[in-house]
């Protein structure tokens, strides 16, 4: 399955990443399946990440 997600830029996806494996880090002791859940969520959205073109110039925030 796919799915199209729209951001502003690629630092809020960044952020989508570092919260799941934040979050995950917190529900490992009480829900391990869902914690690694997360991660795995958290390690495709970064990997989709790593195969963007490299930006050319920079962003304003």
């Not at 799941?20 to 917190?26: D, G, I, P, S």
């Not at 391990?32 to 920079?58: F, Q, V, Y």
């Amino acid at each position: 399955m796919a799915a199209l997600l729209r951001l502003a830029s690629t630092h809020q996806a960044s952020e989508i990443v570092e919260a799941l494996v934040l979050a995950a880090h917190y529900r490992e002791e009480v829900a391990p399946e869902l914690a690694a859940r997360w991660r795995s969520i958290a390690n495709e959205i970064g990997d989709a990440l790593d195969h963007l073109p490299t930006p050319t110039h920079l962003e304003q925030p």
